[in-house]
Every structure is written in C-alpha cells, then in structure tokens.
C-alpha cells in the first residue's frame, strides 16, 4: 500500500471556517484589485509572474493564493519539479534562469521588509535583467501579491477549492 492509498482512507482534519467573505463586503476593494492584478500582468513574463506570486505566498503563508497560484501555474505547463523547488530555491537555482532568479530575490526582498530594505545588489540585479518598463511591472505585481496575501490570511480563505484559470 502506498502512502496515499493509506491516506486517502485517513480522516483528514476539518477545514477551518473563514473569518469574512472580505470581497462581498468591500466590492469596490475587490475590484480594484482586479484591475490592479491586470494592469500588473501587463509587460511581466507570466511565468516569473506566477514564480514570484508562488514565492510570496510561501514567504507569507498563505495557502489559499498557494493553492491558486499553483494550479493557474501547472495548468499553464509549469513543471511540479520547478514549483517544489521554489521553497528552496537559493540551493536550487539551476532550476531557474537568471531572470527568474532576479525576480524570485528582489520577491524575497520586497516581501520581508522586516529583514530592512531592498538592498542595492538585489534591485541591481533584477535591473540588469529587466527593462525599466519589466521592472516596473514586475515590482507592481511582487506589491499586489502581497496585498491578495494579506486580504487571504487576515480572513482566513480556505485553499482547495480553486479551479485552474477561474481568475
């Protein structure tokens, strides 16, 4: 019997309930994000861009934007291999290209402020392998992620649920 045959029969631990359905109770918030998360897509490699919304939301611990990000990232035709590495991805960087890895750093940067500012050879590093124009985009979209995690771990949504390329 294999580990999953010996789950799938296990009781799993009962999902837990979310606080707010926060988009129901602030519309025009939600769809302000929306327009946000669109204008964000505009001139970013949507690769680096679900690599980068993956690695925020590992940093932040949101499993509801994992869970989407994800799938929208397999259905895509990402690799399981690329997307399990990401938690480790300083140790695994030949996974990536140096794009990537630019963007998956100044990702880290951005997202843990706590650590202090974005330091210099990150930012520099991710401007030699974007245009400004990329850049721009890229650092909108590293910001937006983290606001989506913030709504999804402060209310509590419920990963598992999402289905590839519903958003």
Known sequence: MTTNENTAHTPRVPEHIPRMNWSEHAPEVFKAMLQLEKATRKHLDPVVAELVKIRASQLNHCAFCLDMHTKDALAAGESV??????????????????????????????????????????????????????????????????????????????PGHYVAGSH
Do not use: C
């Not at 996974?95 to 650590?115: N, R």
């Open 81 to 158: 291999e690329r997307i399990v590495q990401l938690s480790a991805w300083e140790e695994s960087q030949h996974f990536y290209t140096a794009k990537e890895v630019a963007a998956i750093e100044l990702t880290e940067a951005i997202t843990v402020l706590t650590d202090g500012f974005v330091p210099d050879e990150v930012y520099e590093k991710a401007a030699k392998q974007f245009d400004e124009v990329e850049l721009a985009h890229l650092i909108a979209s590293i910001n937006t992620i983290n606001v989506w995690n913030r709504f999804a771990v402060s209310t509590r949504m419920v």
